[in-house]
């Protein structure tokens, strides 16, 4: 399944959705924070983040990825044991915690099975924090799959567009990226699995045009592994967005946030990682939970 009509899930997660802001009212917009210290944008009421320097292939839930993506990065292409994860970010319809994991856990309990049965071997539920200027409890899923046909399958649902819509003011945003292994990394996804308490850092953005983006990464991580280790960092995974490859995201997963701002505070290490991106990258940092996971 390579695409979807656009037009038809529009309308159902509009009707899913409808007007409803939650009791909060309309939800404001909140800065990121860029490795740099600055603000590297602003996050829409829909998830979506206006500035330049994060995946510009953002897409409403609903939108299907096409599976074909050329890497030009020096990434994977697809293959056997080529994995993919999905980011669906937006506000909650409630701010109010035990409503919102009541209604998350009575969702993803339904989905579980059907999602399971079509790649889906990993589902992350994770809330905003206020370190490095993220937006306090913003969700975040993070699903990974074995396979983009049934991503697409899931997500283009009519039926789960309904049921997730629900539990979103408004319809969300949704990215996909492919693994790559052959970068360097550290550590593994399911070390989170050990102790609920972790900590997720998202580092998403542009690689700069002509820069060998693999060459660069492997470096900082090489002078700056050791460092984050030490800080309590204990796993640095990379992915590069299905649709456009030049789109970097990362996820480091820490024991506990003590030592996080200030390794990404270090100047030398803002420095360096500025040398990978044509603008600095956004920097999110989220919190484990006990909301209904697999």
């Known amino acids: 399944m390579r695409s979807v009509t656009n037009s038809v899930i529009a309308v159902l997660l509009f009707a899913a959705c409808g007007d409803d802001v939650g009791p909060g009212g309309a939800p404001g917009s909140s800065s990121e924070t860029s490795a740099d210290g600055s603000a590297s944008g602003t996050t ?17 839930l609903g939108t299907s990825t096409s599976t074909d993506g050329a890497d030009s990065s020096g990434g994977t292409s697809g293959g056997e044991d080529t994995t993919y994860i999905a980011l669906i970010r937006g506000t909650m319809s409630t701010q109010d915690l035990d409503e919102a994991k009541a209604l998350h856990d009575a969702i993803a309990g339904e989905a579980m099975g059907p999602a ?7 589902h992350d539920p994770l809330l905003g924090t206020t370190l490095l200027g993220t937006t306090e409890n913003e969700f975040l899923a993070l699903d990974r799959w074995t396979n983009l046909d049934g ?20 319809p969300p945003a949704l990215d996909l990226f492919e693994r790559q292994t052959t970068w360097a990394e550290y550590g593994e996804f399911d070390i989170a699995d050990d102790d609920p ?12 045009a002509g820069r060998d983006a693999r060459a660069l990464h492997d470096r900082i991580v090489g002078g700056s592994s050791r460092a984050a280790m030490m800080a309590g960092d204990l796993a640095h995974l ?8 030049q789109e970097f995201f990362a996820i480091d997963i820490w024991g506990d946030s003590a030592g996080l701002e200030a390794f990404y505070g270090d100047p030398a290490f803002q420095a360096a990682v500025g040398m ?12 484990s939970t006990d909301w209904l996971g697999w």
């Open 44 to 60: 829409t009421s829909e998830g979506a983040d206006s500035s330049t320097s994060v995946a510009s292939s953002t897409t409403e």
């Open 116 to 122: 399971m049965a079509a790649g889906d071997f990993g």
């Open 151 to 170: 991503a697409n399958a899931v997500y283009s649902d009519p039926a789960f567009l309904r049921a997730f819509g629900s539990f979103f003011a408004r």
């Open 197 to 208: 308490e972790h900590v997720f850092v998202i580092v998403r953005g542009r690689i700069g």
């Open 238 to 245: 990379v992915y590069l967005g299905v649709d456009d490859p």
């Open 276 to 287: 990978l991106f044509e603008a600095p990258p956004s920097v999110t940092v989220y919190r």
